[in-house]
């Protein structure tokens, strides 16, 4: 009813204002492919799609990209010819003390033209996948709408191809390396810094 209408509307609205109408940039559509690939993992585990939908948080501009359970989970995609380093938006984003277990998702993408799947295709598998919950894919729907994606940008995406090389997941707890509210001195914020993926192997789940 006019919930509906209105969070769609709030939803449209921040849609615009992150991509001016004009489609994602490479770095958001390799964020958005990573994301949609732990998305659909969960459901894969046996989440089910509506709660796998709304455990999606990251197009919500939360600080981690997932929240399920007590648990939640940070998702970072980085192109395989890249140097593999996570960049940490906050202080708040590798505090473990607010959940049970905080978990950094590390995919190695391979990025390649005219092979591999493209956003649309991983966007429309989701989809197939939620097709049988309609609340599911409407959740789906305004996620997407939120993170920046639009049905009329796809011929903007249906060249560019991904795919998943490894993934490494990592366990945030005690000796991780990572910055916290906690280590700042007082007045100090907007904290944002690079951590090399290989200094994380130790704490590899």
């Given at each position: 009813g006019g919930r509906r209408m209105l969070r769609r509307f709030r939803t449209w609205r921040q849609f615009l204002k992150t991509t001016g109408g004009g489609g994602m940039d490479s770095k958001h559509c390799l964020g958005l492919y990573g994301e949609l690939q732990t998305l659909g993992w969960l459901v894969e585990s046996g989440v089910e799609p509506l709660t796998a939908a709304r455990a999606w948080t990251g197009p919500d501009r939360a600080e981690?990209?997932?929240?399920?359970?007590?648990?939640?989970l940070e998702v970072k995609s980085i192109a395989q010819s890249e140097p593999q380093r996570l960049y940490i938006d906050g202080g708040r984003q590798l505090d473990e003390n607010y959940f049970d277990a905080l978990i950094v998702v590390h995919h190695h993408?391979?990025?390649?033209?005219?092979?591999?799947?493209t956003l649309p295709e991983a966007v429309d598998r989701l989809r197939s996948v939620a097709s049988g919950d309609p609340s599911a894919l409407e959740v789906l729907d305004d996620n997407l709408l939120a993170y920046g994606y639009s049905d009329t940008d796809r011929y903007r995406y249906a060249d560019d191809g991904y795919g998943i090389r490894k993934t490494s997941y990592y366990r945030v707890q005690p000796g991780f390396p990572r910055l916290t509210e906690n280590d700042l001195p007082l007045g100090?914020?907007?904290?944002?810094y690079l951590i090399e993926a290989c200094a994380c192997t130790p704490y590899e789940i």
């Open positions: 981690q990209d997932f929240q399920l359970l007590g648990m939640a993408v391979h990025r390649q033209k005219g092979s591999g799947e100090v914020g907007g904290l944002r």
